[in-house]
């Protein structure tokens, strides 16, 4: 609980594809303990597995647009609801319209559970595409490396689990321009939601990720 009785600290972390969400959420979640819920982790399991869900992402996914929102806002439901309570939550990648902003009020007043922080990562294009060029990630837990900035101690397996690590389908250079323009024109106008309600910080996502992780914690402090 903190300071005024509330009971989760769910954050946010928002930002473009490449400004280091992920990153981010692994060393918070490391450090508070907070439940990682990740709708493009959720996805690309889907994916992977072949399930319905999957096939129908996946068309998606491939072409830099969004899921629709429908399938996206169930999953999250179904998440949130498993949650136990206390337990604070980090969304990492959602909410990415308005529509599902609003659906996350409703879902988590529902739980007696609230927003903290939003937390908007910034980072300019360029240094998005070579950050996406050089991504790798592990099969098998997620962990993300960048092949000139963050390699694996051993080329291709990750250094946590020992998995494979692979370069997402979406992280193609003509992909990465389709997903940049879908952030601009349906998922940034999603902050003035949260400006509105004074829950809005933003930071500078051009620092070293530990600076940042140091920063993002003393907000949340
Ligand atoms: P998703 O997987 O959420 O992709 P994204 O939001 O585009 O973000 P990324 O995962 O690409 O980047 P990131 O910000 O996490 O950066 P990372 O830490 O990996 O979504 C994929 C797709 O699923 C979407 O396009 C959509 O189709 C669908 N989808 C997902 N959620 C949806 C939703 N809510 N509604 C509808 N559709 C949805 O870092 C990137 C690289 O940079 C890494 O190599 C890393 O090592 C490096 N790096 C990170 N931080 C730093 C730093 N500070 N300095 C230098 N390098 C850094």
């Known amino acids: 609980m903190d300071k005024n009785g509330n009971k989760s600290q769910d954050l946010i972390?928002?930002?473009?594809?490449?400004?280091?969400?992920?990153?981010?959420?692994?060393?918070?979640?490391?450090r508070?303990?907070?439940?990682?819920?990740?709708?493009?982790?959720?996805?690309r399991e889907a994916i992977t597995k072949g399930t319905e869900t999957g096939k129908l992402a996946k068309q998606y996914t491939d072409s830099g647009r969004l899921v629709p929102d429908e399938i996206v806002v169930?999953?999250?439901?179904?998440?949130?609801?498993?949650?136990?309570?206390?337990?604070?939550?980090?969304?990492?990648?959602?909410?990415?319209?308005?529509?599902?902003?609003?659906?996350?009020?409703?879902?988590?007043?529902?739980g007696g559970r609230h927003i903290k922080w939003v937390i908007s990562?910034?980072?300019?294009?360029?240094?998005?595409?070579?950050?996406?060029?050089?991504?790798?990630?592990?099969?098998?837990c997620n962990r993300i490396y960048h092949v000139a900035t963050n390699p694996p101690a051993k080329e291709g397996i990750c250094d946590v689990c020992g998995g494979e690590l692979f370069q997402r389908n979406d992280d193609r250079r003509e992909v990465i321009q389709e997903r940049l323009k879908t952030y601009y024109a349906?998922?940034?106008?999603?902050?003035?939601?949260?400006?509105?309600?004074?829950?809005?910080?933003?930071?500078?996502?051009?620092?070293?990720?530990?600076?940042?992780?140091?920063?993002?914690?003393?907000?949340?402090?």
């Not at 508070?32 to 996805?43: A, N, P, Q």
């Not at 600076?211 to 993002?216: G, H, K, M, N, V």
């Open 186 to 221: 349906q998922t940034q106008p999603v902050l003035d939601h949260y400006r509105k309600k004074n829950l809005l910080k933003e930071v500078d996502g051009a620092k070293d990720p530990q600076e940042l992780s140091r920063q993002i914690l003393a907000i949340i402090a």
């Open 13 to 30: 972390l928002f930002g473009p594809p490449g400004a280091g969400k992920g990153t981010q959420s692994e060393l918070l979640c490391e």
């Open 121 to 140: 990562i910034l980072v300019d294009d360029d240094k998005i595409i070579s950050r996406l060029e050089g991504r790798r990630m592990c099969r098998q």
């Open 74 to 110: 169930k999953i999250v439901e179904e998440k949130v609801g498993g949650v136990g309570g206390n337990g604070g939550v980090l969304f990492d990648g959602f909410p990415r319209t308005l529509p599902q902003a609003m659906n996350l009020d409703e879902v988590l007043e529902r």
């Open 32 to 43: 508070l303990g907070l439940f990682h819920l990740s709708t493009g982790d959720i996805l």
